[in-house]
Nanobody, 122 residues
Framework: QVQLVESGGGLVQAGGSLRLSCAAS????????MGWFRQAPGKEREFVVV????????VYGDSVKDRFTISRDNDKNTVYLQMNSLKPEDTAVYYC???????????????WGQGTQVTVSS
């Protein structure tokens, strides 16, 4: 079992930045790809970005490409999401998740965090 805890969410003005963290505990998450998803009120969960275990491969959703950056520190069992140039449409609950391979499909993720709220004001 892997426990994931997100942090770093909050309220920010449009154009601002936030850095989310996702700390893993429990059994080793060695070998797991880590993804970020988000869900806005009344909308389906949306893929944001995923990073491979080694960190060599990443895939970004079109809506966040060139604005968000994912990274991971496997020694600290932590994944980061640096979000720049935030827009009101980025407002959502952000979830990190762990999957056995690089994937964009939420159903392929085995473990999920509880989420952290990000609100971008205009």
């Amino acid at each position: 079992q892997v426990q994931l805890v997100e942090s770093g969410g909050g309220l920010v003005q449009a154009g601002g930045s936030l850095r989310l963290s996702c700390a893993a505990s429990g059994r080793s998450f060695r070998g797991y790809a880590m993804g970020w998803f988000r869900q806005a009120p009344g909308k389906e969960r949306e893929f944001v970005v995923v990073i491979s275990w080694s960190g060599d491969s990443t895939v970004y959703g079109d809506s966040v490409k060139d604005r968000f950056t994912i990274s991971r520190d496997n020694d600290k069992n932590t994944v980061y999401l640096q979000m720049n140039s935030l827009k009101p449409e980025d407002t959502a609950v952000y979830y990190c998740a762990a999957a056995p391979s690089l994937t964009l499909r939420s159903r392929n993720y085995d473990y999920w965090g509880q989420g952290t709220q990000v609100t971008v004001s205009s």
